[in-house]
């Protein structure tokens, strides 16, 4: 009887032993602070990285997609490099929630002091330092100008501006045009995504019917994605014509 007790209690303890494993592996870059590790969506916890279409603004006050930047840089970095990932939590698009280490490099404070992410201080103070380092040196997206990404989410004329470049007239319109301005972001974001009449939101590819007949403007709702995922994340369905 005790060795029976003994054998359910083990497994009962399973779960949260598999939950806690880490993940190893190489991975694929999604965007400056999501990756994939063979089937697993992981979020790089106490981090926030730009949009893979955001817009930020270069030295010049010229546009410049610096989301791709942030993405393409992790990619190069990291290629080729095994990581290790101890997942934390699960957050509630089912993305594993972790600290991941490259080479035995913490990759989210190697982000944040490069300036392509900024420490989301909401949920974790681990890179404030590293993130006034990268704003001391100009780094990534401090050499220019730029919205946090959490404020870039949830974006309005209000929203605030970072960055050592001091804004041009007109920053605000360059800076919110990435998700819903008439010209995509760039060549990796081109499935667009409008608002029906019933307040459903509707993603088109460029093989879609009515691809060329939606047009972009923010005063519809519209705005770019980079992905189906990421259509379907932001609670967007494929149309069906």
């Known amino acids: 009887m005790l060795r029976k007790f003994l054998i359910a209690l083990s497994l009962l303890g399973l779960p949260s032993l598999v939950?806690?494993?880490?993940?190893?592996?190489?991975?694929?870059?999604?965007?400056?602070?999501?990756?994939?590790?063979?089937?697993?969506?992981?979020?790089?916890?106490?981090?926030?990285?730009?949009?893979?279409?955001?817009?930020?603004?270069?030295?010049?006050?010229?546009?410049w997609t610096c989301g791709v930047a942030a993405r393409d840089e992790l990619a190069k970095y990291t290629e080729g490099k095994n990581w290790v990932c101890h997942a934390r939590s699960v957050d509630r698009r089912g993305r594993t929630v972790a600290r991941c280490?490259?080479?035995?490099?913490?990759?989210?404070?190697?982000?944040?002091?490069?300036?392509?992410?900024l420490a989301f201080v909401r949920l974790s103070k681990?890179?404030?330092?590293?993130?006034?380092?990268?704003?001391?040196?100009?780094?990534?997206?401090?050499?220019?100008?730029?919205?946090?990404p959490w404020d870039w989410r949830v974006r309005n004329k209000k929203t605030a501006i970072l960055g050592a470049t001091k804004p041009p007239a007109g920053a605000h319109a360059v800076l919110l045009a990435s998700a819903s301005g008439p010209v995509a972001p760039s060549p990796d974001c081109t499935i667009k995504g409008n608002v029906?009449?019933?307040?459903?939101?509707?993603?088109?590819?460029?093989?879609?019917?009515?691809?060329?007949?939606?047009?972009?403007?923010?005063?519809?709702?519209?705005r770019w994605f980079c992905s189906v995922e990421e259509a379907?994340?932001?609670?967007?369905?494929?149309?069906?014509r």
């Open 19 to 63: 939950q806690a494993a880490d993940i190893t592996g190489t991975a694929k870059i999604r965007d400056g602070d999501s990756v994939m590790i063979g089937n697993t969506r992981i979020r790089l916890g106490g981090i926030d990285a730009p949009q893979v279409d955001q817009l930020c603004l270069n030295t010049k006050s010229e546009r």
């Open 101 to 117: 280490e490259v080479g035995g490099e913490d990759i989210q404070k190697w982000l944040v002091r490069s300036g392509w992410a």
């Open 126 to 148: 681990d890179y404030e330092a590293d993130e006034a380092a990268a704003r001391a040196a100009k780094a990534g997206m401090w050499q220019g100008a730029f919205i946090a």
């Open 196 to 222: 029906n009449s019933s307040g459903e939101c509707i993603y088109h590819t460029r093989t879609s019917r009515w691809y060329t007949q939606i047009k972009m403007k923010i005063s519809k709702g519209t």
């Open 232 to 240: 379907e994340a932001a609670g967007c369905r494929e149309t069906k």
